[in-house]
């Protein structure tokens, strides 16, 4: 008799410690990361192998790639213990210091230039990518901006033109990298929440034009953007030179078909196709699992951008804006470099140079991912203690 009244105290508690947090977020990620773990070390077992510096260990890229998914979980788990109510305060002091970070990367001698890009602050035995870290700093800064300017937004010198400027000032470090995929992620998520922050419309669409023009211009500019373009159009003109990795990209997926040749049967990522465990993951996971393989992928981010804006909407509907910015934020950020990622390995966008969001072998991606979702998490508790604390009066 005294057994099941505890079980039944214990009952409600137990409800109400299950119901603190969004578990379907979180399986949603989990699943990502390992799927992402396993393709990895499927990708780079052959490049690893061949590797002096990785003292041929098969391993190699998949052991480094564990160590950033435990970073990651240390970095998410930190990250959620601080209430929104200090990120909001945080937000604009964390984009001055990813600014100071991206002009870091250029100093010679100071950033690391790997394949022309000079993109990487080296730190011993890891590399910080500054630009990832950016993005979530973009999404803050710009959420914050956009609920302290909320009712300036019909303005655009005094509500539009200083968030224009910052990110002006932001792109110009990003392209003197170069790093134009980032760029455009960084540009869609201050768009994206200007807009849904209550932008004026006509502002937003001469922004959208002004972006296009502006877009078009820099690819025209620049011989390196241009060949790009070139090389996307039609990339089997110059298959050897050019259109050679998205050439390649194509082949798998053609290999692949419907179920794919079988975990580890890729045979492009054995130095046919470059950046096989980075850029291109989707192309191994399309000719090793086949069509079924990326269209979970692809309903796995789906599922996950909307869990996001489902965050967002409710954090709306109980006034916390800044939360919900910053999670339907998160969702645009996430959302469109996958769809960019996706976009580039099938052909129908030129090369980025953007990796797959959780999946993709690369350290400061993985562990900016990981803090993008526990900020996403720490949002969506937030909420839900509110809520029970309204039903409880």
């Not at 052959?46 to 890229?61: L, M, R, V």
């Not at 959620?80 to 002009?103: C, D, H, S, Y």
């Not at 580890?264 to 069509?291: C, Q, R």
């Not at 996706?342 to 797959?356: A, D, Q, S």
């Amino acid at each position: 008799m005294a057994e099941s009244m505890t079980n039944r105290a214990a009952s409600p508690r137990l409800r109400r410690h299950v119901e603190e947090f969004d578990y379907v977020l979180i399986w949603l990620t989990l699943a990502l990361l390992s799927f992402g773990f396993v393709m990895v070390y499927s990708a780079s077992i052959d490049i690893a192998e061949a590797n002096k510096a990785s003292g041929h260990n098969p391993w190699f890229f998949a052991q480094r790639h564990l160590m950033f998914l435990i970073i990651g979980g240390i970095a998410a788990y930190t990250v959620f213990q601080i209430p929104m109510m200090r990120w909001q305060k945080l937000a604009p002091w964390l984009f001055v210091g990813g600014l100071v970070l991206l002009a870091l990367v250029l100093i010679p001698g100071l950033g690391r230039n790997v394949n022309g890009s000079q993109r990487w602050l080296p730190l011993g035995i890891l590399n910080l990518q500054p630009s990832e870290l950016m993005k979530l700093a973009a999404v803050l800064y710009a959420a914050d901006y956009t609920v302290r300017k909320g009712a300036l937004m019909h303005s655009v010198k005094q509500g539009f033109a200083p968030m224009l400027i910052a990110m002006l000032f932001t792109g110009a470090l990003l392209l003197r990298e170069p790093d134009f995929g980032a760029f455009v992620v960084i540009i869609a998520i201050a768009m994206s929440i200007l807009f849904l922050g209550g932008l004026n419309l006509k502002i937003f669409g001469v922004l959208l034009v002004g972006l296009v023009v502006g877009f078009v211009g820099l690819i025209w500019s620049s011989p390196y953007r241009l060949q790009r373009i070139v090389g996307f159009m039609d990339p089997w003109a110059d298959p050897y030179g050019k259109g050679y990795q998205l050439s390649h990209a194509l082949i798998a997926f053609g290999r692949g078909q419907w179920t794919g040749l079988g975990l580890g049967g890729s045979v492009e990522k054995m130095f046919y196709l470059p950046e096989a465990h980075t850029d291109f993951l989707l192309a191994v996971i399309a000719e090793e699992l086949g069509f079924v393989g990326v269209a979970f992928v692809i309903a796995l981010f789906a599922a996950l951008v909307l869990r996001a804006f489902q965050i967002g909407r409710t954090a709306a509907k109980l006034e916390r804006h800044f939360c919900a910015l910053t999670a339907m934020g998160i969702g645009v950020w996430l959302g469109v470099q996958a769809c960019i990622n996706i976009g580039v390995n099938v052909g129908l966008l030129p090369t980025k140079g953007l990796t797959l969001p959780f999946l993709s072998f690369g350290g400061s991606g993985i562990v900016a991912n990981c803090m993008a979702i526990a900020i996403l998490l720490r949002v969506d508790y937030e909420t839900r203690s509110l809520q029970r604390g309204k039903k409880g009066t």
